[in-house]
């Protein structure tokens, strides 16, 4: 399947598709969304979900990064994941997605494993007014954080929604406060060892995953297990990162 054209930027056929959102927050901060430069690293379950409610909400520059591609188990709980669009990178499909919701939109798109050493430029390469941290692997996900935090940039970082089904237990808190979560963890013992000991705020879940949901597994790339999981979880999770951006930027 190719993925379908959008409308170019500046080519809006409906300019006033942000009546409702303009009615909520008023034109001030209408504004401020568009002059906004988010940054969204990780496009899977939770991810994908964030980018396009930041997307929706008026954001005028995005920066979206994950070089996966669409997976045939995705298609149960990925925004991008469609039986049409299996073996297509995420962030295209995202992309194209993306444009089509807001034309102006100015959009980065990079198909790319973030790699420890890559963060930093990363992070250099662009002024951000905020980083949404939703990687699943350890490694990158503790460098990303830890050079944000170290630079100042503000960012919130998603822990784990994997094996967990209650969305009445999902809560924001500091990293340091969170329980009953393996990622954050495992996220804390690693910031603790490259000394990053600053407030980081999290979107989390009190739930204690379900132990008959996680399969020990080597075939996905850095990833030493796999939780199941269900179709509204990590959305909820992404929304709730998306809720925290919007309403600080």
């Known amino acids: 399947m190719n993925i379908p054209n959008a409308a170019s930027a500046g080519d809006t056929p409906y300019p006033d598709w942000q009546q409702r959102t303009q009615l ?12 906004a430069h988010v940054l969204v690293v990780g496009l899977g379950g939770v991810g994908a979900y964030a980018a396009e409610m930041i997307c929706r909400a008026g954001v005028g520059r995005m920066t979206i990064v994950d070089a996966d591609t669409v997976q045939p188990t995705n298609i149960n709980r990925q ?66 954080i830890a050079e944000a935090l170290r630079r100042r940039i503000k960012i919130v970082s998603s822990m784990g929604a994997g094996a967990k089904s209650d969305i009445t237990q999902v809560r924001f808190a500091d990293i340091w406060d969170t329980y009953h979560c393996g990622l954050s963890k495992a996220v804390r013992k690693r910031l603790q060892k490259m000394g990053i000991r600053h407030k980081l705020p999290v979107v989390f879940s009190t739930e204690q995953a379900d132990p008959n949901a996680v399969l020990l597994t080597d075939d996905e790339q850095n990833k030493k297990s796999t939780c199941g999981t269900v179709s509204y979880m990590p959305a909820v999770f992404g929304c709730y990162l998306a809720e925290y951006v919007i309403r600080r930027l």
């Open 79 to 144: 925004l991008p994941a469609l039986h049409s669009t299996v073996g297509l990178p995420k962030a295209e499909v995202l992309a194209a997605r993306f444009r089509d919701i807001n034309p102006d939109v100015q959009l980065n798109v990079l198909p790319v494993f973030l790699k420890d050493e890559n963060i930093p430029a990363l992070l250099d390469a662009d002024r951000y007014d905020f980083v949404v941290d939703a990687i699943d692997t350890l490694a990158p996900k503790c460098h990303l």
């Open 24 to 35: 909520l927050l008023g034109e001030e901060k209408r504004q401020r969304l568009a002059c």
